[in-house]
């Protein structure tokens, strides 16, 4: 068409769901004179109180829902619009010059047009439409051309034509996951390595939808679900879903792991937010669990028992984690203005406690070394403190070296034989493990990009550090290996585990059907 052209977009997207599934859409308006007959020179711009050229687009009230706050919309709707580079161009929700109905409106200020001109309007953010088509019907949007006329005498005053503006139901991918069952009701994000996964998926009550399915490599995989594939690596899977009118892609990461369930415990302990508990295995075989205020014991990680409750144990606390040696179990609370060490002796089931009056500390653990007192580690978000339990006194402290400006999220100790070590994971993403028998300073092991808030060391036949979702082992002097993930768990929860023997780690994961024990053989 000869004159000033409008151009948008050819569809728009809506939900058919939207409250569980929501489409953006990345609009744009571009106004474009193309170069035809005779070439004008550039011309002024009128001056004297004269209006400036505008172009008005009715219409884009069929793209929002009219609710009592549908003009609120369509005006952040064109807030959200920015001109590529042009200032002399501008675009608002304004009103119709001859009726005063509302409409969008475009202006420019510019002293000279070219003869060829372009000019764009881009969403600095893509736009959710809210209002539900009932037709298939695609939108008119009436568009009227005013006053170019003097920068073009080419043109008439007011030029007046329509556009098109497709509408259609987008596609969604209800489900897309990784199993280990073909029955399809839970899905993992870790499946043992060797073992075969199930990768299936549904797409959203669409008759007319397609996928396909691409392996790592952009292979593709299946088209219909499910596909059955081994996990001998960590894999990663592509879905794309498509209909008529628009089409989604999602990704999915399914990785190998020695983890493996054992049994689903019905009777296990209720843990809390405050605790981080570990399983600990006693040399006659017994498990012993603290889930406060008691001590649980079991013998085959299923059936659990009270051993011995603690009546020492504080009512209010923001933290708690225990240890364990053969002679005596350890528990430290912290409350907001004090640290409780309470103690059991095995052989006489006797809980004794202890307190120092502290502030600003977020966690506080026991070390428990063969032949030694018992150690307190006290951690604020500043500092790490290591002190000698002597009389039921904190006493010789020493402060673990770290990194420079960075904070403290959380921590654990660990004790084995006479040696001991720390791993503490800073605010900056970055776990850092501590070999205590080298004066405290010896950071030895760094692991970059973490987001966790948590941290657990075990040791079997090799030192591990468990976050939520992931664990290392530790190898050598110079990094971490061999990553490997378990199953989700329920949000809010956190893994409790310990060892089983030289070879084996056990874990119990909660998630919304209730608590499973899994193991992890080397």
């Not at 949007?141 to 006053?147: F, G, K, R, S």
């Not at 897309?176 to 996964?197: C, I, R």
């Not at 103690?343 to 966690?363: L, R």
């Not at 993403?429 to 692991?447: P, S, T």
Request: glycine share 6%; charged share 25%; hydrophobic share 35%.
């Amino acid at each position: 068409m000869e004159g000033i052209s409008i151009k948008i977009p050819e569809k728009v997207f809506f939900s058919n769901a939207p409250g569980k599934y929501i489409v953006k859409n990345d609009f744009y308006i571009t106004i474009y004179k193309s170069l035809c007959g005779e070439e004008h020179g550039e011309r002024g711009k009128k001056r004297g109180g004269e209006m400036y050229p505008a172009i008005y687009i009715k219409g884009f009230e069929q793209l929002f829902k009219d609710n009592g706050t549908q003009e609120i919309q369509l005006e952040a709707f064109f807030k959200m619009f920015h001109s590529n580079g042009n200032m002399d161009w501008s675009i608002s929700y304004g009103r119709f010059r001859d009726t005063e109905e509302r409409c969008a409106v475009i202006t420019t200020a510019a002293d000279f047009l070219a003869p060829d001109f372009t000019v764009g309007f881009h969403l600095s953010d893509k736009c959710i439409f809210t209002e539900i088509p009932d037709t298939e019907k695609p939108l008119t949007l009436q568009i009227y051309v005013d006053d170019f006329d003097y920068f073009f005498p080419d043109l008439s005053d007011r030029m007046q034509y329509q556009i098109s503006l497709e509408r259609g139901f987008a596609v969604y991918i209800e489900r897309f996951g990784a199993y280990t069952e073909a029955d399809l009701f839970h899905p993992v994000n870790a499946v043992h390595k060797g073992d075969s996964a199930y990768i299936s998926w549904e797409i959203q009550e669409n008759e007319k939808a397609s996928a396909f399915l691409y392996d790592e490599h952009g292979a593709l995989a299946a088209n219909l679900p499910p596909y059955f594939t081994k996990i001998d690596k960590d894999r990663k899977f592509t879905l794309t879903a498509y209909n008529d009118f628009c089409s989604v892609t999602e990704e999915l990461y399914v990785y190998r792991t020695l983890w493996k369930q054992r049994i689903g415990a019905k009777g296990f302990p209720q843990t809390d937010e405050f605790g981080r508990c570990k399983f600990y295995k006693s040399y006659e075989g017994d498990y012993f669990l603290y889930v406060h205020p008691v001590l649980y014991t079991s013998q085959d990680l299923e059936t659990w028992n009270i051993y011995s409750p603690n009546m020492c144990s504080p009512s209010k606390f923001n933290f708690y984690s225990s240890s364990f040696s053969e002679q005596k179990f350890c528990v430290c609370y912290v409350s907001t203005d004090r640290v409780t060490y309470c103690e059991m002796d095995f052989e006489e089931k006797v809980w004794k406690k202890y307190e120092e009056f502290t502030e600003g500390i977020i966690s506080a653990h026991v070390l428990l070394s063969e032949g030694e007192p018992p150690v307190s580690v006290l951690a604020s978000r500043e500092d790490i403190g290591f002190f000698e339990v002597i009389g039921g006194k904190w006493m010789n402290g020493r402060y673990l070296k770290k990194p420079k400006g960075a904070k403290i999220k959380a921590l654990d100790v660990l004790s084995y034989g006479a040696r001991g070590c720390a791993a503490v994971l800073y605010d900056t993403g970055r776990v850092f493990f501590y070999d205590l028998e080298d004066d405290y300073k010896n950071n030895i092991f760094e692991c970059p990009n973490v987001k966790d808030d948590n941290i657990y060391l075990i040791k079997t036949n090799a030192i591990y550090i468990l976050l939520s979702g992931y664990m290392f082992e530790i190898s050598d002097r110079e990094k971490f290996t061999d990553t490997h993930f378990f199953p989700e768990f329920k949000a809010g929860t956190y893994p409790i585990a310990g060892p089983e023997d030289d070879q084996m780690i056990v874990a119990a994961f909660q998630t919304e059907e209730g608590v499973s024990v899994w193991e992890y053989q080397f």
